[in-house]
């Protein structure tokens, strides 16, 4: 066992442990808090599901700005420095939501958080495919979903343990982690942005930042984009919906909404490794329609079943999807990208996780407050078998291409 965690160490470069351990420790601050997040707007400032969603719209449309100015920093001037900034800002303007006690001016604040928040996101993920090579993307992504998950498994259990007594420690203990981030990444991690050209260095800014037109003029990125949207709308649903659906329809306190978390990272920890190796062999637009799948059955269980333990295994028929499909999705959004332009690609694959929380909180609100409950998990179904469709599509135009055959191609000579 100790032999094969040699060889699995050894096989990554150590900038690689270095960026797994800081995101590893960032992970369980921020699971400490957002999976309780919808819960503490709906409970401090007495609004309804569709409030809650707003702040979450509202702040994800915040983040796709920073997303976008963020990736244009990166690949102009690197990594470090921006994700440095994301950590610390975000830390200090996170903590202040924590002492807010109007409602506007928390909203007002919630924008700011994702403005900051979302700045890093673009050059963390260009950083791991600046460090790995094309044939071990797969499995790099794959461990660093591993990583996210055993953070999952602590910090949902810490953070139920601590809204229970006062939501307020939940934002004084995401604010110190980050900051003890923030200090890591700057005694030990390098920057790892690849050479600029001398054309790229001496172009202005603005030159950089209309690079995003070449990004949304790939045609058959932005199709992987969309369909992807789709498939995140219904998978975001855990991350706000499902806490305050668990309670309100089924009288779940956030405990056990923890226990329920916590399963899907169990999960991840456990298979992820054998799941990544046994997807990589595979057409990667094929492994994301069957993620998408599971997706379906999982989070349609939802509208039907109504007892913990059927509550846990609709999160792990989830969680074998999300293990399928989150280290797909960052391998085929790295294959399209040119090098010079990987942040930027990353930036606008970040909108495939912004725009869900953009429109999914704040639909399903809608939902929530003046129907039935259970027609948002219909909802989701429906729009799982458009994005199962979707991925179908592009891989029967796109798996063809030497870099679409495979999860993860075969090593170069």
């Known amino acids: 066992m100790i ?19 800081t995101h590893f420790i960032d992970v369980i601050g921020n699971t400490l808090l957002n999976p309780f997040f919808a819960l503490y707007v709906t409970q401090k400032f007495n609004v309804g599901m569709t409030q809650a969603g707003f702040i979450l719209a509202t702040n994800s449309v915040a983040g796709i700005i920073g997303s976008a100015i963020g990736g244009a920093i990166s690949d102009r001037f690197g990594r470090r420095g921006i994700i ?36 890093a996101h673009p050059a963390h993920q260009a950083m791991i495919a600046d460090l790995l090579p094309p044939e071990k993307r797969a499995e790099g992504f794959g461990m660093m979903r591993v990583i996210s998950n055993f953070a999952w498994i602590i910090g949902p259990s810490i953070g139920g343990f601590l809204a229970s007594f006062n939501f307020l420690y939940l934002f004084l203990s995401d604010a110190v982690i980050s900051i003890a981030v923030a200090v890591l990444v700057f005694r030990l991690l390098p920057e790892t942005k690849p050479p600029t050209t001398e054309k ?87 492994m994301m329609a069957t993620a998408t799948f599971f997706y379906m059955i999982g989070f349609t269980m939802y509208g039907f079943v109504a007892t913990i333990p059927l509550f846990v295994l609709a999160m792990v028929i989830i969680t074998i999807g999300e293990m399928v499909g989150m280290p797909t999705s960052n391998v085929l959004a790295a294959s399209f990208a040119p090098e010079e332009m990987r942040a930027r690609y990353m930036a606008v694959f970040g909108l495939t996780w912004a725009v869900p929380a953009m429109i999914g909180p704040w639909g399903a609100g809608l939902i929530m407050d003046n129907y039935n409950p259970n027609y948002v998990w219909y909802l989701s179904s429906v729009l799982c078998v458009i994005a199962m469709a979707a991925f179908y599509v592009l891989h029967i135009r796109l798996g063809k291409r030497e870099s679409f055959r495979r999860v993860e191609p075969a090593p170069a000579d």
């Not at 994301?86 to 006690?101: K, P």
């Not at 992807?228 to 089924?250: A, E, G, K, N, P």
């Open 200 to 286: 790229t260095a001496s172009e202005p800014f603005s030159q950089t930042l209309r690079g995003y037109v070449h990004a949304v003029a790939d045609k058959p990125f932005i199709a992987f984009i969309i369909a992807s949207i789709l498939m995140i709308i219904v998978y975001q649903q855990m991350y706000s919906t499902l806490s305050v659906y668990l309670r309100d329809v089924h009288n779940v306190n956030p405990r056990f909404y923890g226990l329920v978390m916590s399963s899907s990272a169990v999960t991840v920890v456990l298979f992820q490794f054998s799941i990544t190796r046994i997807i990589k062999k595979y057409p990667p637009f094929l």
């Open 3 to 21: 032999e094969r965690l040699q060889q699995t160490y050894n096989q990554f470069p150590r900038a690689y442990w270095v960026v797994a351990g």
């Open 84 to 119: 440095l900034f994301g950590l610390v800002v975000s830390a200090l303007s996170g903590l202040t939501l924590g002492f807010v006690t109007q409602y506007y001016l928390f909203y007002a604040m919630s924008v700011f958080v994702g403005l900051m928040g979302s700045a």
